[in-house]
């Protein structure tokens, strides 16, 4: 991370928004994305059309990582599910 990149997520759960150059999947937890230059350029433009949203710099948002130790807890719990069942 440098300051010429932000923490981009898509703005609505299940839309599929593209790097400009690779034209690999930005995660729906979100990734840093470079805000200059030309790739700076597609990435100002989407978060104008409300298709991705920006944080900070310095602060990713912390509800992507409490939804994943959710689901890992989840997992935890129906692994303990099924292995008791299995005991029966």
């Known amino acids: 991370m440098s300051a010429f990149q932000k923490w981009a997520m898509p703005n609505v759960k299940g839309l599929l ?3 400009p150059r ?3 999947v930005l995660p729906e937890s979100g990734n840093w ?4 230059g030309a790739d700076g350029r597609y990435w100002r433009k989407t978060v104008r059309q409300g298709d991705v949203k920006v944080f900070d710099e310095r602060q990713p948002p912390v509800t992507s990582v409490a939804k994943v130790e959710s689901s890992v807890t989840e997992n935890e719990e129906s692994k303990k599910r099924t292995r008791h069942k299995r005991e029966d």
């Open 22 to 24: 690779t034209k690999a």
């Open 33 to 36: 994305v470079d805000w200059i």
């Open 17 to 19: 928004v593209r790097y």
